[in-house]
């Protein structure tokens, strides 16, 4: 399998992360403290002295105990991490880098947008980003409720049909960084992973000019195979005649670093089995297997699909 989620939750590569992570620390140390006062108390009213256990039992300890401590512990903690999360909510320069990512079942749409919001750039399960610069996704989704998460990159999410949430991620150096959907959504959800990928800016616009300009294969048994079995129904190809958008867009398929929504490295061997028989690799997913097709024909489609960059 992929490891695509190599992410310590407590590493961030980040400002947004890296306040949630501070956040998390401060919560397992109070959690720590107010265990050792819990453990304290039962203590002394297993094995302390009969003093001790009339104050731990009278009315004073109880209102201190049981009321002012709580109160003051959580209206501490809630301030605290309003203050130090309010990053998360800050508004972000207009001209900053916008993208619109869909959760589906079980994988992500990813577009990039232009200044006035509109899709010029279709891809699935990976999202590229300059390092250093902070992104602006734009959550949606199609069908039940998900939810984003690259934990070293910023919080998680959700994502609710009829509802677009805003989550800002920034990664300060160059790498890759797994995600997940961390919110239960039928079927293959432990299996519904997610590539970001931060590039040096300049490396970025290189990239982005790179598949602006890309012409796609259009020709050879590959491409026939595509449109007669009906990928073309399913899956876009753009520049071709396959529009379909039931599945993940397949324009740079042959560039990612995965497949199957972050689970799989994207190789030869990979890619054939993944379109003879995902169902065996990622059971319940929305992709029939192929097993009508021979060796040579998997060849060819897998030969057209790798070349799709």
Known sequence: MFDSSIIPVFDPAGPYAGSITTLSWSLVAMATAVLAVVLTALWIALFGRARL???????????????????I???????????????????????????RITGEMWWWRVAYLDGRGR???????????????????????????????????????????????????????????????AEYCGGPHALMGFVVIAHEPAAFEALMAERRGARPQQTGQGAT????TGCAACHRIGGTDANGTAGPD??????????????????????????????????GNRMPPYKTLSAAELQALANYLEAQK
């Open 119 to 181: 899709p010029y750039m279709l891809d699935a399960n990976e999202l590229h980003i300059p390092a250093g610069r902070a992104v602006v996704l734009e959550l949606e989704s199609s069908d039940v409720i998900h939810s984003f998460w690259v934990p070293r990159l910023s919080g998680k999410l959700d994502m609710v049909p009829g509802r677009r949430n805003i989550l800002r991620i920034q990664a300060d150096t160059p790498g890759v960084f797994g995600g997940q959907c």
């Open 73 to 99: 512990v959580l209206t501490l903690l809630l301030v605290y991490g309003l203050s130090l999360t309010r990053n998360l909510t800050a508004p972000v320069a207009p001209d900053a880098m916008r993208v």
């Open 225 to 228: 195979l595509f449109r007669s």
């Open 250 to 283: 397949l324009t740079y398929v042959g560039s990612r670093r995965s497949l199957g929504a972050g689970i799989l490295p994207n190789n030869r061997g990979t890619m054939i089995g993944w379109i003879a028989d995902s169902q065996s690799i990622k059971p």
């Open 53 to 71: 256990k009339a104050k731990l039992g009278g009315t004073k300890a109880i209102w201190i105990g049981g009321i002012a401590f709580p109160m």
